[in-house]
């Protein structure tokens, strides 16, 4: 408790030195802070920004933890992360990079385009928007924390009990592996919640939902399997909370529970996250290979389907996660057919983009060139998903460096090319800028190598015996080349990092401004300014078809006819409740990780006082008045 | 003529890729070398699984080469692509010819799965062994061999040429029990009892792992299998049930020391903290599972078990005399 007030105090006078000193003025200079304005945001495109540069920031931290390993693993029998250390490093790797910055990043880039692309002015509930942030953002601080407070999880991302029961795991690291993922589960449960109702009220007049962008399909169909995969995660997460703060034994066997009930909440979550975070790269890439390729994309209702079937058999296979846990040859052999299945929607895609490109007119600029490299890749990796299907081979991949090399090619080969493509390319409607394209390919270059030399040997050790998740091996039974190559690669992955974060910075600081359509773009987010004014479109537009603005320039139009008539558009307002109420939730959990349950309550004794202060506000927004918008867009014509 | 050139050039790649896929690895941890009916069957599934998916593989590096070579932008020509929507044709075929080979590769894996996921011994004097996995070693229980019933640790010795069925026990958290080399793996699960068949086709020493993630010690929770010829296998059987009595001065110290410092955890019953039986642990081949067996190891593990294997569970012994540790370890090491 102490320690609370010390921190609040000390943020105040930080606040007060930043702004100036305290006087009777000090709430104005705040209110009019940039930092403020962040905080307090609801706008979709700020959140997104904030989504994406915090996803970046974890994902160079679950990075670093990758190069640990690496560096622990280039020889036999090395001393530098042993025993524990490294299953934290190998638990904080696996959660960073598939909840804080995976999921993340693809929510980012669907909050900052998915609106423009179905003409809207933002999500249907932008304080729910900046509520998911604010709780994605406390969580992953929360469970990072656990490197300075504590100690770490160390049961692996998938957490199995026994092993993460308090008997075996004493120490506070799942307790954050909990609380953390539940915090941020909130957020990505909201996001789900709100693109699904933004998707299907707020598409602009004639944009109906077969002549949506491929990118909003995906985000449709993920923002779908949010709403369905992330209960049985928390329900899992609340059980296993139970067993280790207040003794109970869901997964205790000693006490007559079943360790096998985790895994399969887990992975009846877990599978269709594996489609969450692949899905909108599937949009990402649709749309870089249609724009670079100037066609449209080929068998677009196809694609539709073939996104919407991979969704729903998203749920069908999770045991082929469980091959080896003695369900039986019955439940085993259904699994296995199901999961085969989903290779033939994928497969769909596949051939599609590659027709796509098929009598185009490829131009090959940075996000194309990921989008390029991209297809073989995630074929690879699917490929591995399919011999991973069968379970009599299964008992011989199962939680080897075979399956450690699969889900690697479908998680970077996929989820992470499609997350640099869709940076590349969305980066003028984000910033307002264009990122280096030379920068770009050598990021692309290094990366790409770096990448196939990094996870193409992990196969074979796979295959020569080799389990994941171990800190080391013996020498002499022949690991031991593959595994030097396999930490050589690694180093090409940081370097093309370290240019793309170089890029970034040089982008940021430079004043050349980005066209509006820099790309010859097909939707509508092509068709507004870049960086994108607050209020997205002055005048709603009028789609006539699919790829909506290419038609538009087609017929040499100038631009989109509009929908409705100039007039004030209401916006919502900003608010700072999100943040407290996030705070809230980040109190408590941290409450219940340390096991001390009055700073609990205290945390959650915010979060609804938050939500009641919220609910009898009365809050209209604001509006911005024509003269206002055509003001702004002469000054833009002015200096352009 | 073309045709056969095709196929021959197809084979010479396919051939390739085996003698990659074989070439590299050690014989005991490789399961692309199995040396058991289990790891057969299991490679014979993985081959065919391989082999499908290079076709497919092919197919698409082959349209995806061709399109990114002839369709590239060329400089100084600028054209607008025709627009084209789809065709129906295309799709019904992307989609019918990967259900014919996910058909072909369905039916024998339904069929394998079922051979391996019977576990059940037909006969009743089949070989039956327990296993049990503990963080981070593994315990042995002979149910009938030869009709004798005992216990031993780390090392699983079985007969060529026959099938053992396991049952596999946990204790304490997940582990995973995998013998690459002779086929597969199955879940150790606290309070869920699995079983599997195994068999070694050729004598030797093969590899065995821990394969789900149990603690600091996983890396380490190795151990070994023997396949010996059936005359060998029941000399072992007879060597195993023969109780060790020690006969030098210093052995029947050891003997002494180890009763009075060990037995509480070391013991054929099942206490507490449970560790390995020892009354054979002169016949072993490793100290803790992995490292060669020799005094210089013995003595390093007995004085720090951590430093060796982390997260043990065993305390140090380092409050012994030279002398005594000396006796000690000539009695473990000669307790055949």
């Known amino acids: 408790m102490g320690t609370l007030l010390v921190v609040l105090v000390l943020a105040l006078f930080l606040a007060a030195i930043l702004t100036g000193g305290y006087n009777k003025d000090f709430l104005e200079r705040v209110r009019h802070s940039k930092v403020w304005d962040w905080l307090t945001t609801v706008d979709h495109k700020k959140i997104g920004i904030m989504y994406f540069m915090s996803g970046f920031f974890f994902l160079l931290i679950g990075g670093l933890e990758a190069v640990f390993m690496r560096l622990q693993l280039i020889v036999p029998n090395n001393d530098l992360f042993t025993g524990d250390t490294f299953n934290k490093l190998l638990t904080m790797h696996g959660t960073t990079m598939i909840f804080l910055a995976a999921m993340p990043m693809i929510f980012g880039i669907i909050n900052v385009v998915m609106p423009l692309q179905i003409g809207a002015r933002d999500v249907a509930f ?38 993460a029961l308090m008997g075996f795991n004493p120490g506070p690291g799942i307790d954050y592996y909990v609380l953390g993922l539940q915090i941020s589960g909130i957020g990505s449960l909201m996001s789900g919640i709100n693109f699904l109702a933004t998707i299907i009220n707020m598409r602009t007049p004639g944009m109906t939902f077969l002549r949506m ?7 449709f169909v993920t923002s779908a399997l949010l709403l369905f995969a992330m209960p049985p995660l928390t329900v899992g997460l609340l059980l296993l909370m139970f067993d280790r703060v207040f ?63 991979i969704g729903f058999l998203g749920f069908m296979v999770w045991v082929h996660h469980m091959f080896t846990v003695g369900l039986g040859p019955m439940s085993n052999s259904i699994f296995a057919v199901a999961t085969m299945a989903i290779g033939v929607p994928t497969g769909i895609k596949v051939f599609n983009w590659l027709f796509t490109m098929w009598g185009g007119e490829l131009h090959f600029k940075t996000p194309m060139l990921w989008a390029v490299g991209f297809i073989p890749t995630f074929v690879m990796g699917g490929v591995t998903g399919v011999m991973l299907a069968v379970p009599p081979a299964d008992f011989q991949y199962h939680d080897s460096y075979f399956v450690v090399a699969h889900f690697h090619y479908v998680l970077v080969g996929g989820t992470v090319f499609a997350l640099f493509a869709g940076a590349y390319y969305w980066w003028p409607k984000m910033f307002g800028k264009l990122l280096d394209d ?99 479109f002055a005048q709603l537009p009028l789609v006539r078809g699919y790829d909506a603005f290419w038609i538009e320039k087609q017929a040499g139009n100038k631009g989109m006819a509009p929908a409705e008539p100039l007039g004030p558009i209401h916006m919502p307002s900003p608010s700072y409740i999100p943040v407290i109420m996030s705070l809230g939730l980040f109190i408590a959990g941290y409450g219940f990780v340390a096991h001390a349950i009055p700073v609990a309550v205290i945390g959650i004794a915010v979060v609804f006082i938050s939500m009641f202060v919220r609910s009898f506000q009365q809050d209209f927004g604001y509006h911005i008045e024509p003269e206002e918008i055509v003001g702004s867009a002469k000054a833009k014509e002015v200096k352009a | ?80 692509p025709k627009q084209v929507h789809g065709s129906t044709l295309a799709e019904i075929v992307w989609t019918a010819i990967p259900i014919i080979l996910l058909a072909i590769l369905a039916v024998p894996t339904v069929k394998t799965t079922f051979n391996l996921g019977s576990a059940q011994p037909k006969s009743a004097d089949a070989l039956k062994i327990k296993v049990t996995g503990y963080q981070y070693w593994w315990e042995f229980e002979y149910l009938n061999a030869n009709g004798k019933r005992f216990k031993t640790a780390q090392e699983l010795h079985i007969p060529v040429g026959k099938k053992v069925y396991l049952e596999i026990y946990g204790k304490d958290v997940l582990h995973s029990f995998w013998v690459p080399a002779l086929g597969g793996k199955m879940d150790v699960i606290p309070g869920k009892v699995n079983t599997m068949w195994l068999d070694a086709k050729k004598p030797g020493e093969y590899q065995g792992k821990c394969a789900e993630l149990c603690g600091a010690g996983h890396a380490l929770m190795d151990f070994k299998v023997y396949a010996h010829e059936q005359a060998d296998f029941d000399k072992w ?46 016949t072993r081949h490793t100290i803790a599972g992995f490292l060669p067996k020799n005094e210089k190891n013995l003595e390093k593990w007995l004085k720090d078990p951590e430093s060796v294997k982390p997260g043990a569970r065993m305390p140090k012994i380092n409050y012994l005399n030279d002398q005594e540790m000396k006796s000690l370890m000539e009695y473990l090491m000669n307790s055949k």
């Not at chain 1, 953002?137 to 991302?157: D, R, V």
């Not at chain 1, 962008?213 to 985000?219: A, C, L, N």
């Not at chain 2, 014979?44 to 998916?53: N, R, T």
């Open chain 1, 126 to 163: 932008p304080f729910l928007n900046s509520l998911g942030f604010w709780a994605f953002f406390f969580g992953g601080l929360l469970l990072n924390l656990s490197w300075i407070f504590g100690g770490a999880p160390n049961a692996g991302w998938t957490s199995y009990p026994s092993l």
């Open chain 1, 213 to 219: 962008p491929m990118f909003t399909w995906t985000s």
């Open chain 1, 247 to 309: 003794g109970s034994a869901f997964f205790d066997p000693a006490l007559g529970g079943s360790p096998v009930i985790w895994q399969h909440l887990f992975w009846i979550f877990g599978h269709p996250e594996v489609y969450i975070v692949i899905l909108p790269a599937f949009g990402i890439m649709s749309e870089v290979i249609s724009t670079f390729s100037k066609k449209r994309l080929f068998g677009y209702t196809s694609m539709v389907f073939a996104t919407v079937v």
């Open chain 1, 438 to 536: 030379r920068l770009g390919k050598w990021h692309f270059w290094l990366f790409f190598i770096g990448y196939h030399l990094t996870f193409f040997p992990q196969h074979f050790l796979g295959l020569f015996g080799m389990p994941r998740r171990v800190f080391t091996y013996q020498a002499g039974y022949g690991l031991e080349s593959l595994n030097m190559l396999s930490s050589i690669g690694a180093v090409g992955m940081v370097l093309g990092t370290i240019i793309f974060t170089i890029n970034v910075i040089k982008t940021a600081r430079s004043k050349e401004l980005a066209p509006a359509d820099p790309w010859d773009g097909r939707t509508l987010e092509w068709s507004v300014p870049s960086p994108v004014p607050e209020y997205n």
């Open chain 2, 1 to 80: 003529m073309v045709s056969r050139q095709h196929l021959s050039r197809v084979l010479s790649v396919f051939a390739l890729v085996a003698f990659l896929l074989a070439g590299c690895g050690d014989p005991r941890l490789n399961a692309l070398q199995p040396k058991g009916t289990a790891g057969e069957q299991q490679l014979d599934l993985i081959m065919l699984s391989i082999y499908i998916m290079l076709f497919v593989f092919a197919v698409v590096m082959a349209i995806f080469i061709y399109v990114i070579v002839r369709f590239r932008k060329r400089k100084g020509v600028s054209r607008t």
């Open chain 2, 237 to 282: 059987v007879a060597q195993m049930t023969t109780p060790h009595k020690p006969t030098t001065v210093a052995e029947k110290e050891g003997e002494k020391i180890f009763k009075q410092n060990c037995l509480s955890c070391h013991a054929t019953a099942d206490p507490k903290i449970k560790g390995p039986d020892l009354s054979k642990f002169g």
